[in-house]
T-cell receptor
């Protein structure tokens, strides 16, 4: 069974640009969450999608948005990039086996804003 | 709101020795799940162990075990017979029974010394 796939692995963007990151969950998983990981801050929750609907959202500005497609693939978009957006962005998928089901993570997209 | 605290930013251990990573959390909920994830240099977050709060028995997975103290809201990870491959960042995570979001600590960087 293929794991969670995130593309691209690395990205360098300029301040003010926008970026779109992609995540393909494990086959059969309908829940996809996004996290921002920075040194010292750990993982900060961005949002979660389930069956194309955003179920939960973290405390990030509106420049951060996402969506989920009918095949459960998800995209995350960041507009008007700032230097502080440089981070590792992790995507996680979960199955429907229960509330305690663990999250399976992708290898992340390393975004550098210059 | 839930918070997870890992007070040890860095730790080291000699190969074959035992090490304990600390984690405390704050929640007003009575039913929840706790996790330890490992993130090696490859960046892939891997589940190490999971504990259901309603279970008094501490979870064990091979060389990994936890000391779950619900009243103290403490969830430490013990790694026995440490191996070089255990070198990684370790994150403690909380998930409530009602929500879909994982709350992570800031991580502990563990180095196993040969």
């Amino acid at each position: 069974k293929a794991g969670v796939t995130q593309t691209p692995r690395y990205l360098i963007k300029t301040r003010g640009q926008q970026v779109t990151l992609s995540c393909s969950p494990i086959s059969g998983h309908r829940s996809v969450s996004w996290y921002q990981q920075t040194p010292g801050q750990g993982l900060q929750f961005l949002f979660e999608y389930f069956s194309e609907t955003q179920r939960n959202k973290g405390n990030f500005p509106g420049r951060f948005s996402g969506r989920q497609f009918s095949n459960s693939r998800s995209e995350m978009n960041v507009s008007t990039l700032e230097l502080g957006d440089s981070a590792l962005y992790l995507c996680a998928s979960r199955g429907d086996l229960g509330v305690g089901t663990e999250a399976f993570f992708g290898q992340g997209t390393r975004l550098t804003v210059v | 709101a839930q918070t997870v605290t890992q007070s040890q930013p860095e730790m080291s251990v000699q190969e074959a020795e035992t090490v304990t990573l600390s984690c405390t959390y704050d929640t007003s909920e009575s039913n929840y799940y706790l996790f330890w994830y490992k993130q090696p240099p490859s960046r892939q977050m891997i589940l190490v162990i999971r504990q259901e709060a309603y279970k008094q028995q501490n979870a064990t997975e091979n060389r990994f075990s936890v000391n779950f103290q619900k009243a103290a809201k403490s969830f430490s990870l013990k790694i026995s017979d440490s191996q070089l491959g255990d070198t990684a960042m370790y994150f403690c995570a909380f998930k409530s029974n009602t929500g879909n979001q994982f709350y992570f600590g800031t991580g502990t960087s563990l180095t196993v010394i040969p």
